[in-house]
């Protein structure tokens, strides 16, 4: 049964809120009630705000919530924004911020179970109408019913009762506050960096999250990345004000569970807010193709508690790249193993292009099929292993925030994908979640990374992708997403011809691109005119032809290579007497199962190629 109990008389004379307008309303009927029948007693039968006084007072002497809280954080008739109307919720319990956590819903005694239902109904409007709130509890003296939203803000679920104030746990600990330790003097928020031993710590929240939630592993992922954007957002919004401001990414201070998760759901609104409002002032449409954490996060309120109890003393902005960006991807892998398989390249893979291509701090690198972004944040790993020590922090910098861009369809991994790059210390602004295929109308800012008056796509030195292959575009499809000359007089072809289209379109002249294709376009008679009309846009420097089981764990079956091509400049001609290396790589360093395996020869093949072909 609920704390709240079952309904007493609380006398008009001691009622909370006397000097309310509905209060005094509802203090003038109860005295003409009194002056019918001599007694209070019965009077919740019609008069709803004796019910709602006994609910107020339950909860601050069976739910522990403070008195002080009367009219500061326990609202009655608080305002519910639901689209362009606005209703006003009996009684609202609120955050520090005045942010909705709990709501109750009262009505009179003598309501019928239609009533009643209709009751809770409109209980589940509030909570669906707003982001911070999950649990509320409607009553009407006699009766209760305790509902929470599930994933779904229009589903919900009966729980036993309403999280009470939490007098001797969390809400009496001293919260964190920023300090600078006088002797580590590169630590920014004072709180403990991530180190290799707890490179599980994000495989633990994910697991949390799908214990508590029961999720799918990617589910699980999606909602991590949302947690995880709120705390760098936590860490860097504070690290801007002075010593010993308190973070809100924690679970100290707050009065419940409930709290906690209202909290850390507000602070994710005003990040993304916040993320919008800055760098739509740089980038065009940034809300219509970056805008993708505007999705809520859908995480029960014990989830996100237990979450943030393992996070809030870790700072990500404190933490090594590298320590980061493994913890991260052994997330990934447990969710790529899950079915994620078809977004994801393996590194092994990923290593052997970036190795070939070699960026540079000067190259504009892009991922047009980019998926969790590992071609990118491998590029940037290579920058900083490779080039640190002949550039400043600027120039890694500038590179980090402007040199590394990807384009991806699915919302779900433009999130993942931003949410590696972040932790790889930045560049997650220049990952759009759009078509790669649709008209070059839908990259204003990629017309715009170079002064062009023709608005020439073609602006990037280095293309590294693995395209999307297997399914067959219509010819209604190809006129609709661009035009391409591969898809002319076709009435289907297989998207991962058109893909490779699109890569060389948006390449600049004397650009390299490294690209997985099926063997089939190799070899293939019915894809033929795809390899003659690459003869007539760039050399081909390396075919690499992977092994059988380079995707089976990730369940494609596949065979492919690992295609290096040249773009020709501009009056440049295929150069017939060009050596290309033609090489079969044996051992990824990897099996069938995905499972570690000695021998790798990556590393071979891409000192083989700098050795026999080599960039000019």
Request: charged share 25%; net charge negative.
């Amino acid at each position: 049964m609920a704390q709240i109990g079952t309904y007493y008389l609380v006398s008009p004379d001691e009622w909370y809120f006397s000097t309310h307008g509905d209060v005094v309303d509802a203090k003038r009927k109860a005295q003409q009630w009194f002056g019918r029948h001599g007694t209070y007693v019965g009077a919740e039968q019609d008069i709803e705000e004796f019910v709602r006084q006994w609910a107020l007072r339950q909860l601050i002497s069976a739910y522990n919530y403070p008195l002080e809280w009367l009219g500061e954080r326990l609202q009655i008739e608080d305002p519910v924004k639901m689209g362009s109307t606005e209703k006003e919720a009996d009684i609202a319990l609120k955050n520090q911020n005045r942010r909705v956590f709990l709501f109750i819903e009262v009505k009179k005694g003598n309501i019928s179970e239609q009533e009643f239902y209709e009751a809770q109904r409109q209980l589940e409007t509030y909570l669906a109408a707003t982001h911070t709130a999950t649990i509320g509890l409607v009553t009407n003296g006699t009766k209760v019913r305790c509902i929470r939203k599930k994933i779904d803000p229009n589903d919900f679920e009966f729980i036993s009762d309403i999280p009470s104030y939490s007098k001797e746990g969390i809400a009496s600990k001293a919260r964190l506050v920023r300090e600078i330790p006088k002797v580590t003097s590169s630590n920014k928020t004072g709180l403990q960096p991530l180190s290799s031993n707890y490179e599980r710590l994000l495989f633990e929240c994910n697991s949390v999250i799908r214990d508590a939630d029961g999720l799918h592993a990617d589910e699980a992922l999606d909602e991590l990345c949302k947690v995880i954007y709120s705390k760098i957002y936590d860490e860097r919004s504070t690290i801007e004000k002075k010593v010993d401001t308190e973070f809100r990414f924690q679970i100290y201070g707050a009065s419940n569970n409930s709290e906690v998760a209202a909290n850390i759901r507000e602070l994710y609104e005003e990040a993304r807010s916040v993320e919008i409002q800055i760098y739509s002032k740089r980038i065009p449409n940034y809300e219509r193709s970056r805008g993708v954490f505007k999705s809520n996060i859908r995480l029960s309120d014990v989830a996100l508690y237990k979450v943030t109890e393992k996070l809030q003393n870790f700072s990500f902005v404190d933490s090594d790249a590298d320590v980061k960006g493994r913890a991260f991807q052994g997330v990934l892998n447990s969710a790529i193993r899950a079915g994620m398989g078809q977004y994801f390249t393996p590194d092994p893979i990923v290593r052997l292009a970036v190795g070939i291509v070699s960026p540079t701090p000067s190259d504009l690198i892009l991922d047009p099929f980019c998926g969790s972004g590992h071609f990118l944040s491998k590029s940037l790993g290579f920058i900083i292993q490779n080039h640190s020590n002949i550039v400043d922090d600027y120039t890694i910098h500038q590179f980090k925030f402007f040199h590394l861009h990807g384009i991806e369809k699915s919302d779900r991994m433009v999130r993942i994908a931003m949410t590696d790059m972040m932790l790889h210390d930045d560049g997650h602004t220049n990952i759009r979640n759009v078509d790669s295929l649709l008209s070059f109308d839908n990259y204003p800012d990629i017309l715009q990374l170079v002064d062009d008056e023709n608005a020439n796509p073609a602006v990037f030195d280095i293309i590294l992708t693995n395209p999307p292959f297997g399914s067959l575009m219509t010819q209604e499809v190809m006129e609709m997403v661009g035009r391409f000359d591969l898809g002319h007089k076709k009435k289907t072809l297989p998207m991962e011809y058109i893909g490779l289209e699109r890569c060389f379109q948006f390449l600049k002249p004397g650009g390299r691109l490294a690209i997985v294709l099926p063997d089939g376009l190799l070899k293939n008679k019915n894809s033929k005119f795809v390899r003659k009309w690459v003869d007539g846009v760039a050399n081909i420097k390396a075919i690499i032809s992977l092994p059988e089981e380079s995707f089976q764990s990730y369940g494609a079956m596949v065979k492919t290579s690992l295609c290096i091509f040249q773009k020709l400049k501009k009056d440049e001609s295929i150069d017939n007497d060009a050596k290309t290396l033609l090489l079969e790589i044996e051992n990824l360093g990897y099996d069938a199962t995905g499972r570690p395996k000695s021998g790798s020869e990556v590393q071979a093949a891409i000192e083989l190629f700098h050795k026999e072909i080599g960039w000019e």
